[in-house]
Nanobody, 114 residues
Framework: QVQLVESGGGLVQAGGSLRLSCAAS????????MEWYRQAPGKEREFVAS????????YYADSVKGRFTIFRDNAKNTVYLQMSSLKPEDTAIYYCHAMTINSWGRGTQVTVSS
């Protein structure tokens, strides 16, 4: 089993940037497809971005395309979500997900003020 711990969330003004980290322990992430999801208050959890290890292909929700970037550092066993040009509607708890083993982190709060 892999343990995922997200960090890097916080309060930022609209237009600002944050980098979220998802550190894994217990198993290497290098051969796992990794995703970021988010859940805003009163809403369902939604897909944000994914990174497919075999094809090195990334996918993004339309709402974040061009503003967010998912990438990983296998040496650090960590997946990142670089978020730029943040908007108030990006406010949510952000979760890391290892697709192939369906493992979730506990999330990190991102709050974007207008």
């Amino acid at each position: 089993q892999v343990q995922l711990v997200e960090s890097g969330g916080g309060l930022v003004q609209a237009g600002g940037s944050l980098r979220l980290s998802c550190a894994a322990s217990g198993r290497s992430l290098s051969r796992h497809n990794m995703e970021w999801y988010r859940q805003a208050p009163g809403k369902e959890r939604e897909f944000v971005a994914s990174d497919r290890w075999m094809s090195s292909t990334t996918y993004y929700a339309d709402s974040v395309k061009g503003r967010f970037t998912i990438f990983r550092d296998n040496a650090k066993n960590t997946v990142y979500l670089q978020m730029s040009s943040l908007k108030p509607e990006d406010t949510a708890i952000y979760y890391c997900h290892a697709m192939t083993i369906n493992s979730w982190g506990r999330g990190t709060q991102v709050t974007v003020s207008s």
